[in-house]
């Protein structure tokens, strides 16, 4: 883990989110943000040009690197490479019975997660301090409860 980088990594780029034919897509601005104080997950968050607040999700970060080559995920969350344009990432999420369907080009999100990984390397997000903290306090609770 690197020391002498602790600033956040963000990145603002263009997507397309796809809306049920005959309507055409919407491209939408999405901004990846991920800091040491949830060293696992990357927030999404997607700003419409409605005037609507932003809508935020939380993703595992090894989902959306594991997404870039194969089809992952379950339930809520599901990203894959775009089978009709290689150089596209398809993001499917779902609330209840709501669904959107974006698709993002994939070179910012590699650069993203590289930057990330300069902050946390993958497999050492459990030595971030913020995780060793709360992992401790946890476990002194289940402790002290049982």
């Known amino acids: 883990m690197s020391t002498d980088v602790q600033e956040?990594?963000?990145?603002?780029?263009a997507m397309r989110l796809h809306m049920p034919q005959p309507h055409p897509c919407f491209v939408i601005t999405a901004l990846l943000?991920?800091?040491?104080?949830d060293p696992y997950a990357v927030r999404l968050v997607f700003r419409?040009?409605?005037?609507?607040e932003p809508?935020?999700?939380?993703?595992?970060?090894d989902l959306i690197r594991d997404g870039l080559v194969r089809l992952?995920?379950?339930?809520?969350v599901q990203i894959g490479p775009d089978p009709n344009d290689t150089h596209d990432v398809v993001f499917r999420l779902r609330v209840d019975t709501v669904?959107?369907?974006l698709t993002a080009p994939r070179h910012p999100i590699e650069d993203f997660l590289r930057r990330t990984a300069k902050v946390v390397p993958y497999g050492r997000e459990?030595?971030?301090p913020?995780?060793?903290?709360a992992l401790g306090t946890e476990l002194d609770h289940i402790l002290t409860t049982s």
């Open 130 to 133: 913020s995780v060793r903290e």
């Open 99 to 101: 669904s959107a369907v």
């Open 72 to 76: 992952v995920g379950e339930g809520d």
């Open 8 to 13: 956040p990594v963000s990145a603002a780029f």
């Open 33 to 37: 943000h991920y800091a040491l104080e």
């Open 55 to 61: 809508v935020v999700w939380y993703v595992n970060r």
């Open 126 to 128: 459990s030595s971030v």
């Open 48 to 52: 419409l040009n409605t005037g609507d």
